[in-house]
């Protein structure tokens, strides 16, 4: 499978920007979807999922209540809303699919076997 992730770019400080990952080569609509994102010289952190077929979402407490992680499967593509964006989102945000990944795994970037190239979101006045 292959993920393309777009949406991202610069965006003042309390605005929204809206990522896509539109997925190719197979159905991901059982997958567990996660968002992860990597500032400069910092390690890949997870931001966001939705744990397989179901409307389960997770979230990193840095980002819940300000983003929403979605899915539209007759898109085959996932969704991440992110609203009241700060300084310290800035990143470059990536979208990876995880068919055998388990719950407990779902924040940990070794459970997710796909992973799209990454969009950058810079938040910045």
């Known amino acids: 499978v292959q993920l393309q992730a777009c949406g991202g770019g610069l965006v003042q400080p309390g605005g929204s920007l809206r990522l896509s990952c539109a997925a190719s080569?197979?159905?991901?609509?059982?997958?567990?979807m996660g968002w992860f994102r990597q500032a400069p010289g910092k390690e890949r952190e997870f931001v966001a999922a939705?744990?397989?077929?179901?409307?389960?979402?997770y979230y990193a407490d840095s980002v819940k209540g300000r983003f929403t992680v979605s899915r539209d499967n007759a898109k085959n593509t996932v969704y991440l809303q992110m609203n009241s964006l700060k300084p310290e989102d800035t990143a470059v945000y990536y979208c990876?699919?995880?068919?055998?990944?388990?719950?407990?795994?779902?924040?940990?970037?070794?459970?997710?076997?796909?992973w799209g190239q990454g969009t950058l979101v810079t938040v910045s006045s």
């Open positions: 080569g197979r159905t991901v609509s059982r997958d567990t």
């Open positions: 990876a699919a995880g068919p055998r990944i388990i719950l407990s795994e779902i924040r940990a970037t070794r459970g997710y076997d796909y």
């Open positions: 939705l744990f397989r077929s179901g409307a389960n979402t």
